[in-house]
């Protein structure tokens, strides 16, 4: 018996030639890949056993890179709140400058000390609703809500700043018992005692933001850190600054006719001023708290990240030499094969007669 062997047709080796060339150009895709990023362009394929740990440093730099970002915008917060701070001091100090002269008696400037205590005021609560992200920076938790309202502006209570004090004030000063008794109730009313009148709390008249005594606003700055930073316009260096700024704004000094009563309600008042400045002095140095330990959280991730950046590389790099050696000889076997694939594409039968 007589065995043939059957030869291939042009086609069938021409269709073959094709799927060659597809395989050759994923190839040298893939190769190229490598070469420009220096990367596997499958690690997780050409890695084997050590993929798993791969896939771990990916995922553990994802989280590092992500910190490193959230922290920097809450940089960017923590500096625009010490801007507040600077700012809102800076008026409290001139007002106190204004106003120490006239805190026993009568003095230059007394006549405008309520003029400038309801500037001042205002400009301060201003400052407390400031934005950032399009949340307020001190209305805590409650974030949407604002923190301190300006002096004649209801803010949702149905009384003013002004209103309260006015309610307080009733027919004004008349000796230094009725100032005494009257500058108490205005202690109550900051301090959100049970025993002030109902209705003129500090947090149902002048703020409007969370409450103190609940959760602060925080933020995880890395995997084992939650940092709570917030600062409010009900803390005491708030409370105490806006106290004696209102009780100067609530009345005109130059009209208190009893000297007690004059001594008793203004020193009062600049006092509290007083208090307030060194209040805001402290939640800067609160803040600056919060700052450095933004910033060393920050340095051990930018390092981490350094760390772990470098053993992806040795995980899932190529060698550029070896990559571009492996692109030459995948380029070459491509050309061969396209110029056979040419040839053969072009035979016909008319090549065999």
């Known amino acids: 018996m007589t065995y043939g062997i059957l030869p291939k047709s042009t086609f069938q080796a021409f269709t073959?030639?094709?799927?060659?060339i597809g395989q050759l150009?994923?190839?040298?895709?893939?190769a190229s890949t490598e070469l420009s990023t220096g990367r596997h362009a499958d690690p997780y394929g050409a890695l084997g056993s050590k993929a798993a740990r791969a896939f771990n440093v990916g995922a553990e730099l994802q989280r590092t890179e992500s910190f490193l970002t959230s922290n920097k915008l809450l940089e960017s917060q923590f500096d625009t709140t010490a801007t507040v701070l600077q700012d809102l001091r800076t008026i409290a100090e001139e007002f106190l400058a204004f106003s120490v002269g006239s805190r026993d008696s009568e003095g230059a400037t007394t006549s405008e000390l309520q003029a400038?205590?309801?500037?001042?005021?205002?400009?301060?609560a201003n400052l407390s609703?400031?934005?950032?992200?399009g949340k307020k920076l001190?209305?805590?938790?409650?974030?949407?809500?604002?923190?301190l309202t300006e002096w004649s502006r209801d803010g949702g209570?149905?009384?003013?700043?002004?209103?309260?004090?006015?309610?307080v004030l009733g027919g004004g000063l008349t000796t230094a018992a009725d100032a005494a008794a009257k500058a108490d109730t205005v202690d109550a009313m900051f301090?959100?005692?049970p025993t002030a009148p109902a209705g003129l709390r500090f947090e149902e008249v002048f703020y409007y933001g969370a409450d103190g005594t609940g959760p602060r606003v925080a933020a995880q700055i890395d995997a084992d850190t939650r940092l709570s930073y917030g600062l409010q316009a009900d803390d005491q260096g708030f409370r105490d600054l806006m106290q004696g700024l209102?009780?100067?704004a609530g009345t005109d000094a130059s009209q208190i006719g009893d000297e007690g009563a004059y001594s008793e309600w203004v020193g009062r008042a600049v006092d509290k001023v007083s208090e307030g400045v060194g209040g805001v002095l402290d939640m800067e140095a609160r803040l600056g708290f919060s700052q450095n330990r933004l910033e060393l959280a920050t340095e051990r991730l930018s390092e981490r990240r350094n760390v772990l950046t470098s053993e992806r590389s040795e995980l899932e790099g190529v060698d550029a030499y070896d990559a571009a050696m492996r692109l030459t000889e995948l380029e070459s076997r491509l050309q061969a094969t396209y110029t056979v694939t040419a040839r053969l594409g072009q035979l016909s039968f008319l090549n065999y007669l």
């Open 157 to 167: 209570a149905g009384l003013s700043p002004e209103d309260a004090m006015a309610a």
């Open 25 to 30: 150009n994923a190839e040298v895709n893939r």
């Open 138 to 147: 001190f209305s805590g938790v409650a974030a949407d809500q604002p923190a």
């Open 116 to 124: 400038a205590a309801k500037a001042a005021f205002t400009q301060i």
């Open 246 to 248: 209102a009780m100067l």
């Open 16 to 20: 073959t030639r094709r799927d060659i």
């Open 191 to 193: 301090a959100s005692d």
């Open 129 to 133: 609703n400031t934005t950032y992200a």
